[in-house]
T-cell receptor, first 111, second 113 residues
Framework: GNSVTQMEGPVTLSEEAFLTINCTYTATGYPSLFWYVQYPGEGLQLLLKATKADDKGSNKGFEATYRKETTSFHLEKGSVQVSDSAVYFCALRGGGFKTIFGAGTRLFVKA | DADVTQTPRNRITKTGKRIMLECSQT?????MYWYRQDPGLGLRLIYYSFDVKDINKGEISDGYSVSRQAQAKFSLSLESAIPNQTALYFC????????????FGSGTRLTVV
């Protein structure tokens, strides 16, 4: 079946550092891939998405590229801010309805 | 108003009690979901509904039931709460397109003592 594996956290960075959170997936067919962000005390919000191979999703300075050859969708940001501290979830939505979520990666950004 | 509203936001209940968590949405989406979030386990699907007459079990439905009262309303019940149902519960909605993401509510933090 479909699955998503993302790097364990927490990830702790200083402000303005470069961020990478790794995500790999297993799926049949051609799923859509997503990153969601969860700020403290809130629900998940869609951060970015990519619906086919080689697509790059981007939002708020975050980027991720759908790599079919490596089955990956790593999240990157060139310069993180304290306000980026949150939990980030990689997710996959295949044929039909079902979305599979990774376990989440907590990011702490220090001033 | 939020697109997806969950009530209550926080609830403490005793073992054996029946409790209902409610979810309403203004997105006009047909599909609604209940997830449970536990630390280190990500989100696990409890139940989902494609429309008012369609209810399906997710991966962890034991001990839970749901009701889809209208297109916009989807409630989750714990018939006899137990401590290991202590968790953060999220309602979400989606449309039919696999390329579109989900819209989540703010969650209900449930503690069973």
């Amino acid at each position: 079946g479909n699955s998503v594996t993302q790097m364990e956290g927490p990830v702790t960075l200083s402000e303005e550092a470069f961020l990478t959170i790794n995500c790999t997936y297993t799926a049949t067919g051609y799923p859509s891939l997503f990153w969601y962000v969860q700020y403290p005390g809130e629900g998940l919000q869609l951060l970015l998405k990519a619906t086919k191979a080689d697509d790059k999703g981007s939002n708020k300075g975050f980027e991720a590229t759908y790599r079919k050859e490596t089955t990956s969708f790593h999240l990157e940001k060139g310069s993180v801010q304290v306000s980026d501290s949150a939990v980030y979830f990689c997710a996959l939505r295949g044929g039909g309805f079902k979305t599979i979520f990774g376990a989440g990666t907590r990011l702490f950004v220090k001033a | 108003d939020a697109d997806v509203t969950q009530t209550p936001r926080n609830r403490i209940t005793k073992t054996g009690k029946r409790i209902m968590l409610e979810c309403s949405q203004t997105k006009g989406h047909d599909r609604m979901y209940w997830y449970r979030q536990d630390p280190g386990l990500g989100l696990r699907l409890i139940y989902y509904s494609f429309d008012v007459k369609d209810i399906n079990k997710g991966e962890i439905s034991d001990g839970y039931s749901v009701s889809r009262q209208a297109q916009a309303k989807f409630s989750l019940s714990l018939e006899s709460a137990i401590p290991n149902q202590t968790a953060l519960y999220f309602c979400a909605t989606s449309d039919l397109e696999t390329g579109n993401g989900y819209t989540f509510g703010s969650g209900t933090r449930l503690t069973v003592v």
